[in-house]
């Protein structure tokens, strides 16, 4: 075998296993390998998962915080204003290098699937075109899928449809759109629409970025479940965001979630842009401005969580680290009841491979590519809290990325003690 990984500790098992790798695939999961592997780790107890996934990435603005310049008001509104300001002075060389960058470091936090959205109204889709580069250079390292995104519209611009097309010709994956920007409510269920016909039309994936507001009166995303209820596209589209079901009232959230789980829908929540972004106009009391993450996940709905930003107009902070988006939401959404924990782990996870459609090819499964993570953590809990560092990942058999973790000590009274904060 080419590679063995001694004593892991698989999800929900009590014992710890081997697991053998040959040609890229996981070949054995055994209780002990008898034969020798041409390189082996031990785990030494850890956590072996399958990797991270972030289904929501924007990696054409990726690490772009300050250029041309800093968001002062932290806003949603100024934040698009500066990628406004921006976009006429983007090169291909310049989106490239920073979406290579972060595309890195979330590989260095042990992501190996990563959906990202290419913004379309920019009228030379340099975003397509080098996002699509991206994706093609990096796939020995990496799974990407791109969305078709129109940041600003599709119907507030005379373009916008033509360059939706274009992108799609050009080769995208997943069409997206964002209804709550066009400029009417007609106009925005024209967006939804629109978007279904063109993934029809292209046998694309959807994924729209919906009600991203706390406008409790934006229901766009009411709009997507029925289309995907009429035309049987079950299991294929995700709603990206929506914030504004925070601000819904009960009674039509209710009735929303129960039509959301008919069309198997995939949402999509974002933490880090959403915690900093939402509910900006409250004053004070203010609301968390977050979707609704417990009464989704209690009515079986698949529910994930995306980076959606790194170091951008949007969010300045951010290094591309699932297992703190998970950590922070289990915070704001209060996700702190026992289960509730384990939920987050597959959050990032096996619910994040179902909205990409990847889950015949993902898993610790034999017959499965060997993608994979060793995490410094004996159990989800602690991976989470911890936000432990990945100390190895693996794609394809192949080790990518190699953390050593930070070494503590602690002395007192001529006694030192290392600190790894495990009990
Ligand atoms: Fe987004």
């Known amino acids: 075998m080419d590679l063995i990984i001694k004593n892991a500790k698989l999800r929900d098992q009590v014992e710890c296993v081997d697991i053998g790798i040959e040609n890229g695939k996981i070949v054995a999961i055994e209780k002990e390998i008898q034969n020798k592997g041409k390189k082996e780790i031990d785990a030494k107890g850890n956590l072996v998962t399958p990797?991270?996934?972030d289904p929501h990435l924007h990696l054409d603005a990726a690490l772009s915080v300050g250029d041309p310049r800093y968001n002062m008001s932290g806003t949603l509104l100024e934040g698009i204003q500066v990628w406004g300001e921006r976009k006429p002075h983007l090169t291909k060389e310049i989106i490239k290098k920073n979406a290579i960058e972060a595309v890195k470091w979330e590989v260095a936090n042990g992501t190996l699937k990563i959906r990202t959205h290419a913004d379309t109204t920019d009228p030379k889709l340099l975003t397509v075109e080098s996002l699509l580069e991206v994706k093609e250079e990096l796939k020995d390292l990496v799974d990407i899928q791109v969305v078709a995104f129109p940041q600003d519209g599709i119907f507030t611009l005379p373009e916008g449809q033509k360059l939706m097309e274009k992108a799609m010709d050009m080769g995208v994956d997943v069409v997206g759109g964002i209804p709550h920007i066009e400029y009417t409510r007609e106009d925005g269920?024209?967006?939804v629409e629109y978007a279904f016909d063109l993934a029809e039309k292209h046998d694309a994936l959807i994924d729209i970025h919906v009600d991203e507001t706390g406008d409790d009166q934006s229901r766009f995303v009411?709009?997507?479940a029925k289309e995907t209820i009429?035309?049987?596209?079950?299991?294929?589209?995700?709603?990206?965001?929506t914030t504004a079901m925070h601000n819904y009232n009960n009674d039509y959230a209710f009735k929303l979630i129960g039509?959301?789980?008919?069309?198997?829908?995939?949402?999509i929540t974002n933490p880090f842009d959403n915690s900093v972004l939402q509910n900006r106009t409250d004053g004070y009391p203010r609301k968390r401005g977050h979707t609704r993450v417990d009464e989704m996940l209690s009515r079986d709905i698949n529910v994930c969580i995306g980076h959606d930003s790194i170091m951008d107009p949007w969010y300045p902070m951010g290094k591309g680290s699932m297992l703190q988006a998970a950590n922070l939401l289990l915070h704001y959404a209060q996700l702190s009841g026992y289960d509730q924990i384990f939920q987050l782990y597959d959050m990032i996870t096996t619910h994040s491979a179902k909205t990409m459609c990847i889950s015949d090819t993902y898993g610790i499964e034999v017959g499965k590519p060997a993608d994979m993570i060793v995490i410094d953590a004996t159990n989800e809990m602690d991976a989470i809290r911890l936000m432990s560092e990945c100390l190895y990942v693996i794609r394809k058999g192949k080790i990518v990325a190699k953390t050593i973790p930070a070494e503590r000590k602690v002395t007192f009274k001529n006694q030192s003690k290392t600190m790894d904060f495990k009990l």
């Not at 009429?230 to 965001?241: E, I, K, P």
């Open 51 to 53: 990797p991270f996934c």
């Open 259 to 267: 039509i959301l789980k008919k069309a198997e829908m995939n949402m």
């Open 222 to 224: 009411e709009v997507m």
């Open 189 to 191: 269920v024209k967006d």
């Open 230 to 241: 009429v035309r049987g596209l079950q299991g294929r589209v995700t709603a990206s965001h």
